[in-house]
């Protein structure tokens, strides 16, 4: 790879750079910050072109790259520090749980190419999903409904319905109950 011809200048942000930079702001010291409750999370975030369900809470700590590609659905959490580095889509259903320190990557490299090149693909957590702590999930993946990937683990490629998965990468390991609920 050759570093210095690497361009990135086709890549739309999705805002202005002033819009940017007052997410950046609101981002480092009201939603990363310790300050307790959920609330104001949730609204800067709304502010900010995320679209946000009923009943989600979002803990401390948590870093969202472009609020304007987010959406949430009803009664999903997001733990402390989940970072979302969301240079495409992501969708969280509704009643996910995305514990602490989760790490949604939705952007990469292209080592084939000399240049670089930026590969950029969504994240899709269908309802129910559970990303325990310290899980990994990389571009492209869809975490399908009720699916588990256990503490520490890195999905890689989509995860099935109703499956608990652990492991780098992650392997399927039993179902997560046998009669799974109706979504």
Known sequence: MRLDKYNNSEFNRGRSRITEAM??????FLVRSFLPGSR??????RLFGATIGRGV???PGVRVKFPWRLKVGDY????DSVWIDNLADVTIGS??????????CTGSHDWTNENFDLIRKPITLEDKAWLC???TVGPGVTVHAE??????SVATWDLNSGWIYQGVPAEAIRKRRE???EC
């Open 23 to 28: 997410w950046v702001l609101c981002e480092t």
């Open 95 to 104: 009643h996910c749980c995305v514990s602490q320190g989760v790490y949604l």
């Open 147 to 152: 699916a588990v990937l256990t503490l520490g």
């Open 179 to 181: 009669d799974p609920l």
């Open 133 to 135: 702590a310290k899980s």
């Open 40 to 45: 104001h999370r949730v609204w800067l975030l």
């Open 57 to 59: 809470v979002i803990h």
């Open 76 to 79: 999903s959490w997001i733990g």
